[in-house]
């Protein structure tokens, strides 16, 4: 496994009384695309802006390509950032633009990021304030990879967008996601995005995290299950049961595989999608993961 | 930086300095003038050999009087530095969402805000010195003009708009704005509040400066000894600040001129008046503050509005730069330690292969265990 | 060599490009020599995560299909010809014998189709995550 990009240790964040962020422990692998996903309110965004600096924890420790955030130069230098509004200076051109990337950030690639534009079609002229809402987004994804950045942080960047920005904001982002060098954590409640473009992903609810691993392993290690209601118990007792509904004689479950497999032909066993799964974990904030073993003995 | 300053702010900047430019149109053109009139009827050499200037002053008075009314409004221009320079400095930037466009470049947060608080300062304190400079070369005739009834730069809305205060001022109507909108995250309330505030603040320290100092006291006979007499008019010199000027009885109560009038009606000569009142013992008493203080009243004024603008400004610091939410009291360890210790422990170990997913522990979810089979699972521990 | 995906076909995504370049192989779309997309330009159309096209790219190589070459992309090293028609026999036997039993079994056809269809899908899936 590649270095870890961002770890945290039961990091947590507070507004007053209340958690936006809680006991929150991570080790996200370098070198992917890693999904944050989570109803809203989550504490997606805090998370985001606790690794980019733009917040200091309440409580517990975040470090961000081996180094803790501080907010100066140097750790801001390696990370990329575009936030949910995709704010650029409304009065401000395109070029304008590039030129507040070029000055403010000393590792920027200029040539790079005016040929993604013009690839795009983007007009240096233009406005910031009159580009259309997926146009505004490709520029703040331009502004945000001219750094060349190790990580690049995204909150909800399909948001605001038509199905065909949002296309094409995927393409851009994968499109540079792909060269190799550079680290994506993105967060987004639109499962069908994170299905498609991330390969680790990290459920938040209600402020805790629930669920992180490599997407692959999640799928891998749960399974629906479809079954006579009076058998459940029996399953119970060698996995764990993240969600259940019952009809009758007629149970569904969505269950975490224990350490054997399910034997029992009565019951109908078949992979479960990353939408089931989500859905499952999400509608039951109580079930999480069991902490992760690397970070348990560092403890 | 500098860059970025000066095109995120330039209609700001420019605004600023036509309205200067405007105001300053206005007071050289009307300046020139009365510099011109002076000399055209020999005032200004009348005043130069210290003769009699009186009537020619007086004609001076009621040609280029009336401009002195509208100086009062004057005192409004550094708020326009609050409302406009100050207010939406931080205040826009939230509410546009740009302040996290800003502050994740490889700038880092203070240094984006000192370089931004140290221009809006400077420009403050140019415009602030200009204006000052301007208006007291444009001021300058009615001062010589003080010591035959004009107006004198120790007089209210006329100190405040020359001399060290308005720089003062201005800092501080910026510093508020500032901190205004870095706490409210608005800019209308921002604007709202440095109104508000400037306004109080500088009518406060207005009435400070009449006590700032122990006014000085004199005390003239009414008449005087060619025995013409004066009633209700103060009788120390017109370039100082007049701050109370009453008639007083023998035993120090004041009296208007009326009671006066009304005590002396018998008498029907100006001689007899005059003797009337001595011998009643009336006098006038002027309170004022001399002259010569308005150096000193300038000092401690600039020195207080620019302490106001400092606080001011740290608080804006405070506002902006991220710190930890704060705990509850008792296990606050202070600013410098919850900020060194993020940065100062031991790396975390690098993560190993994750092994396969663990026999895990009970789920706390009961819930639809329930439903399926009728029982909390979790009695079945204690059954029998 | 054009890639899609189809997000409801139960396959994982790798899994389909590997099977849409090995389709591609059998019918003589691909050739040896020719070069595959590179995952930049696969990830530029499909919006599909690179690693995704890597995993599938190493699975063809592990199958022996294409190779890296290094600097210059990953180019097709040998064709796949067609199951032979002795081993095409011998599997129609076999699946005429099971439709047999499973008749007997009293299974019907929409039966039969879901139990086939359930068990190629568990083989896909055992097959991927391995």
């Not at chain 2, 300046?31 to 009537?55: E, F, I, W």
């Not at chain 2, 204006?131 to 120790?154: D, K």
């Amino acid at each position: 496994m590649s270095t870890a990009v961002v770890q945290t240790r039961r990091l947590g964040r507070r507004y007053g009384a209340r958690w936006a962020l809680r006991d929150c422990s991570l080790c996200l692998p370098a070198g992917g695309v890693i999904g944050l996903v989570g109803p809203n309110g989550a504490g997606k965004t805090t998370l985001l802006r606790l690794a980019v600096g733009a917040l200091r924890p309440s409580a517990g420790v975040i470090t961000v390509l081996g180094r803790a955030v501080t907010g100066r130069p140097a750790s801001l230098a390696a990370v990329g950032f575009v936030a949910q509004d995709k704010p650029l200076y409304p009065g401000f051109t395109v070029a304008e633009m590039l030129r507040f990337g070029a000055r403010l950030n000393p590792r920027w690639d200029d040539a790079l990021a005016r040929d993604r534009l013009a690839g795009l079609g983007i007009p240096l002229g233009q406005r910031a304030g009159r580009l259309s809402g997926g146009q505004r987004a490709q520029m703040a994804l331009a502004l945000a990879l001219g750094k060349r950045p190790q990580l690049l942080l995204l909150d909800e960047p399909a948001a605001s967008l038509d199905p065909l920005a949002r296309r094409q904001f995927f393409q851009t982002l994968m499109e540079a996601a792909a060269t190799g060098q550079m680290t994506v954590l993105l967060s987004s409640h639109l499962l069908d995005d994170l299905d498609r473009s991330c390969d680790y992903l990290v459920l938040l609810s209600a402020s805790r995290v629930q669920l992180a691993g490599p997407t692959e392993e999640l799928i891998a290690a749960h399974r629906a299950l479809a079954g006579p209601a009076d058998r459940v118990p029996a399953i119970e007792v060698q996995h764990t049961i993240v969600s259940a509904e019952a009809n009758g004689r007629l149970a569904r479950l969505l269950v975490r595989l224990g350490r054997r497999p399910i034997h029992d032909p009565a019951w109908t066993v078949r992979e479960v999608t990353l939408e089931e799964l989500v859905l499952a974990y999400m509608s039951h904030p109580g079930t999480s993961q069991p902490t992760q073993p690397n970070l348990e003995a560092v403890q | 930086m500098i860059w970025l300053t000066w095109r995120q702010h330039r209609t700001q900047a420019l605004t600023a300095a036509g309205v200067l430019a405007l105001l300053a149109l206005f007071l050289v053109l009307t300046g020139r003038q009365m510099t011109s009139y002076l000399h055209s009827t020999g005032l200004g050499a009348c005043l130069a050999r210290h003769g009699d200037c009186g009537s020619l002053s007086q004609l001076f008075e009621n040609r280029y009087g009336t401009l002195l009314n509208y100086i009062a409004y004057l005192n409004l221009l550094p708020l326009l530095a609050g409302m406009f320079w100050g207010a939406p400095l931080l205040a826009r930037e939230y509410e546009h969402g740009t302040d996290i466009l800003a502050w994740t470049q490889t700038v880092s947060r203070r240094r984006w805000l000192a370089v931004k608080l140290t221009a809006f300062c400077a420009a403050a304190i140019v415009a602030a010195t200009c204006f000052s400079l301007l208006f007291g070369w444009w001021f300058g005739p009615f001062g010589q003009l003080a010591i035959h009834g004009g107006q004198s730069r120790i007089q209210l809305n006329v100190f405040d708009a020359q001399g060290i205060v308005p720089i003062g001022y201005t800092l501080f109507a910026f510093a508020l704005g500032a901190a205004a909108g870095a706490l409210t995250r608005r800019t209308v309330p921002a604007m709202a509040i440095t109104a508000g505030g400037f306004l109080a603040a500088r009518l406060g320290v207005q009435m400070l400066r009449a006590h700032l100092f122990a006014p000085l006291r004199a005390v003239h006979a009414l008449v005087s000894p060619a025995g013409s007499i004066s009633l209700g008019t103060p009788l120390v010199g017109p370039q100082n600040w007049v701050l109370q000027s009453t008639i007083t009885s023998r035993s120090g109560h004041p009296v208007t001129d009326q009671a006066v009038l009304q005590t002396c009606r018998a008498v029907a000569s100006p001689r007899g008046l005059a003797r009337c009142i001595t011998a009643h013992g009336y006098h006038q008493l002027d309170i004022y503050q001399p002259l010569s203080r308005y150096w000193p009243l300038q000092a401690i004024e600039f020195a207080i509005f620019t302490t106001l603008a400092a606080v001011l400004l740290a608080a804006t610091v405070w506002a902006v730069i991220p710190h930890r939410a704060p705990r509850r009291l008792a296990t606050v360890r202070g600013f410098g330690f919850s900020r060194s210790r993020t940065e100062t422990l031991p790396a975390l170990p690098k993560p190993e292969e994750t092994p396969p997913p663990r026999p895990p522990g009970r789920a706390e979810s009961p819930a639809p265990i329930a439903a399926l089979t009728g029982r909390d699972p979790r009695r079945r521990a204690h059954h029998r | 060599m054009n890639f899609e995906v189809d997000p409801r076909s139960g396959l994982p995504t790798y899994l389909q490009l590997v099977q849409q370049v090995r389709h591609a192989l059998r019918l003589g779309l691909l050739q040896p020599g020719d070069q595959l997309p590179t995952a930049r330009e696969v990830v530029a159309k499909l919006a599909i995560n690179p690693n995704t096209v890597h995993k599938a790219y190493r699975e063809l190589e592990r199958d022996g299909l294409v190779g890296v070459r290094p600097g210059q992309g990953t180019f097709v090293e040998r064709s796949l010809t067609g199951p032979g028609y002795a081993s095409l026999g011998r599997l129609r036997q076999k699946l005429a014998a099971w439709l047999a039993e499973a008749k007997a079994a009293g299974l019907d056809e929409e039966d039969i189709e879901a139990l086939f269809r359930a068990a190629v899908r568990q083989a896909a899936g055992q097959e991927g995550v391995a």
